[in-house]
């Protein structure tokens, strides 16, 4: 198999703000008129929807929980149930700073990785990059397993210089008891019922007139996790 179209790698910096439905639907107004939309936006929002693994004691959510700077998460990601592919990604975190290293694999692999066959993910493994191997040692020896999905709605925007992505996400929901990434009936419960994540992503520096918006609304840079909020369940009755 030839896996080098399959890996990728990225370092950037990540700021995130919490903002309500009205100030998001502000704030995109104001983003059209500087950044063009990326092709999945091109309709408006669209679906994401993400299985996030956890070693056996739940290591990266207590981390997540307990604000340690440095963590990881692995997830797998699809934008719809009719795909027959996932992309499964390691996102490392130092405070503002993220690393994110993604492996594509097809519906079989994803479904097995699932049922926590990871020695398929050695047939990924190639001389270039050992993203696959490394997935297949952190989810084996962490003794990793399926912890929640979290599905919401994205809108997107770019910038080429930098390499800038402003996203909002609306609609967040997840779920701690069904992890077939593919089921289309997934019992969700909402996380954020009236507000919106906006997400700010670029390398090295925030363009100028991104970084006015953000201060002519007087947004306050904050640490917000998906996975963290999407595991009620877990913080609630057994933390």
Avoid: W
Wanted: hydrophobic share 35%; net charge positive; charged share 30%.
């Amino acid at each position: 198999m030839d896996a080098n179209a399959n890996m990728l790698s990225v370092s950037r910096r990540e700021l995130k703000y919490l903002v309500s439905y009205e100030k998001s639907l502000e704030l995109q107004a104001e983003m059209e008129k500087l950044l063009k939309t990326d092709a999945y936006s091109q309709n408006g929002y669209y679906k994401v929807r993400s299985l996030y693994f956890d070693s056996f004691k739940n290591k990266d959510f207590a981390q997540k929980y307990d604000g340690i700077e440095n963590r990881r998460k692995i997830r797998l990601r699809i934008y719809s149930t009719g795909q027959q592919d996932a992309k499964l990604e390691i996102k490392e975190k130092s405070g503002a700073y993220q690393k994110k290293y993604s492996l594509i694999v097809d519906k079989d692999t994803a479904l097995a990785v699932i049922r926590g066959e990871y020695g398929k993910l050695l047939e990924y493994n190639n001389g270039n990059d050992d993203t696959a191997c490394r997935l297949y040692s952190l989810m084996t020896l962490g003794a990793y397993r399926p912890a929640a999905i979290v599905e919401y709605e994205r809108r997107a925007f770019m910038y080429d210089e930098f390499n800038t992505r402003v996203t909002f996400d609306r609609c967040v929901k997840s779920c701690e008891s069904c992890f077939d990434i593919y089921r289309e009936d997934i019992p969700y419960i909402p996380v954020f019922n009236d507000k919106v994540i906006l997400e700010v992503k670029f390398d090295d520096i925030l363009i100028a007139s991104i970084k006015s918006i953000l201060g002519k609304y007087n947004l306050t840079n904050v640490s917000v996790s998906k996975y963290g909020t999407g595991r009620p369940i877990m913080q609630h009755y057994i933390l």
